[in-house]
């Protein structure tokens, strides 16, 4: 099949122990002024899962992510890949991570095709290589058309999907994506799932922090629910949800729920 | 409504400052040096009572035209020099376009610049004291060329921006050309009527009097002189030129949210245009440097700066003949050469948040220096050299060219050295990437102002030995220590950057996720 992209776990970084986990974060710590925004967490993502990280606005998914990915450097606290420390051994750690932040903007004076070539070029990765898997990611993400057109001028969904294509590049073994699917129309989201279940499949990981339960639910084998800071619970998608659906699970956990029909004046008739 | 404007755009300063002490210093910094120019200008205009008549009419005409010229092309040169209220945030909201005029004029007014432009121009009433009437239309006068200056740099301002928000850079390069001839070309008009005269500066200053930048100034002058029919054609020219400039200002404020309002929507292009990302090497430093090429072409807040490479000597050499000093034209090649690495004293600012994808690809520090110092280089070095040789060109002075090219090349080389290391540990708020350049953060100005002094003077310590030879070599007219003075500065200057890419390297593998944390705080 043409179609399948290079996007692979490269099996030559056998620089971590096989036996590690992906993802290991202890007691990963940030605090901004007097607020806590990630409190002493810790998280292990088994090698092969697909992970979903869930919870309120505010509750420090994006800054935990930051700091497991090496963009953000902790208070106190190790995360490791494969079991190399990204703070102690960043290099090597990051040739295995695939980032898509949130809340960051990209060089958007480049055109598309320019900014995966650009990010390949960051990773040293060979000429021929590069070109052949942008040729890929391009048409995988459904953004043929528009490659020659810069940056700034995407939708949000055309956005998040070039940051995506970015990410997958030099082909890692871990990928982070901090709210992948927002703004992105249903086909591209479906497309997107694709990729990473098939990604997945050939043992790769996947970590995703998202507002969408059901997308949690479906995607994902592994979830933690994280508020306050804190995570609440951590575990097999099944374990954590019970008998319920993970939104009531997490409703129920996160709390905050109320039952009201909105203040008066906001009731037209 | 306006007031409620005026008071957000404090809260937003006062917020900012608060939280960066380092800005803060900055702001207090400028404030200290502002007011200390303001006590020596106002003492010259009070001194200026004792001269004869035509020295002070032309002292007065001429400083005011430089004070409005400076107004209208600061915000074109330099990173925002002033905070904004930026209309397209704004626009979402039911203000009406005067009264955001009104806000955003009253916003210069009491910002430094705007208070010690103020404080100046009324100040030129000391120098008519003994005419009390043309004292008292200074004071007039003053108020009125204040708005002018505030007036004119808010719409050559929004017109630019307007103009930068198009993509093509030659249409942007060809109205920045017709926009300096339309702002320069009275200036050139009155230079030569007054230079080629017996007394050129009263005659230049009598010309000016009657252009759209000068009309003002002249006024009081007139009065003192007993010309009132001309200080009335002169204040008649002046008031015409604010309500020209409100005109123009307003229809480009209207453009602003008719046209870019928007977003996204450019026309659609296929793969296949690499561009300088073809033939650069596959490596972190190749691929940085390729990305900075393209910025320094396609990024408004960067294409801006390389307007000073043709400006600058141009207006040396126009000054070094009007004042009869070749030394000027000497300066020419030094000072494009000081400038450039300066653009880049805190160019991580300019990646903005983008600068994450840096840290996730885990990219060396010093790869990072390397890049944009080699990106920098491949254009300053050919721009230093044409820019030497044209300006000793107009001199016949081609004996001098290998001391100016040392003197030159020394400062370009340890400048980027010095660059390479501020860049490392400084960002200061800029505007983000696709909006408008002029909409400068609270504070900007003056820590890019601070900064740069700090950089410029590191800079020339470092490049004393080959700016030593270099200057006994033009003082003596000595060919020979000319080339000397050259060999010293590429190999020191390229020690000395060898160096800073290094020490810059170490200092940003350190600091970039702070870098980070402070910009995605800062930009939002």
Redesign the interface.
Known sequence: MSDVPDVEPAVSAGIGAASAPALELRGLTKRFGATVAVDAVDLTVPSGSFYGVVGPNGAGKTTLLSMA?????PDAGTAKVHGLDVWAA??A???M?G?L?D?????????G??LI???????????AV?AGR??DL?QLLDL???????V????AGMTKKIALA?ALI?SPRVVVLDEPFESVDPVSAANIRDILEGFVRSGGTVVVSSHSMDLVQRMCDHVAIVARGRVLVAGTVDEVRGSATLEDRFLELVGGRRFSEGPEWLRPS | MVAALLSLRFRVLANTLRRSTLQLLAVIFGALQTLVILVIVIAGLAVLVIYPQPVQQATVVIGGVALTLGWFLIPLIATGIEPTLDPLKLSAFPISTGRLMTAMTLVGATWIPGIATLLVSIGTALTWRQTPGAAWAAAGCGVIGTLICIVGSRMTASLTANLLARRRGRDRAAALLVALLVLLGPVGLALAIGVPSDAPFPATAEVLAFTPFGAIWGVPGQLAAGHPAAALLSLAIALATLVLMLVIWRASLIATFRFRGGGAGGRQHGAGRLGVFRWAPSTPAGAIGARSLIYWGRDARFARQLVLVPLMPALLILLASLVHADWLVYLAAPIVAGLLPLTLFAVISYDGTAYALHLSSGVRGADDRAGRAGALLVFALPSVVVVAVASLASLGAWADLPGVFGISIGVLLSGLAVVSVSSASIVVPVARSGRNPFTAQAGSGMTSIVGSYAVTGVALALALPELALGIAALALHSVPLGWFSLSIGILWGAGSLVLGVRIGGRILDRSGPALLARMRRTGG
């Open positions: 990915t090496g963009l953000l450097r960043p290099l750690a990051k040739r991570i980032n932040a809340g960051v903007d990209l060089f958007d004076r480049l055109t095709e320019q070539t650009y990010t390949g070029m960051l990773f040293s990765l060979d000429r590069i942008t040729r391009l043929e058309a528009s490659a020659g057109t810069l700034s001028d995407y939708s970015c030099h």
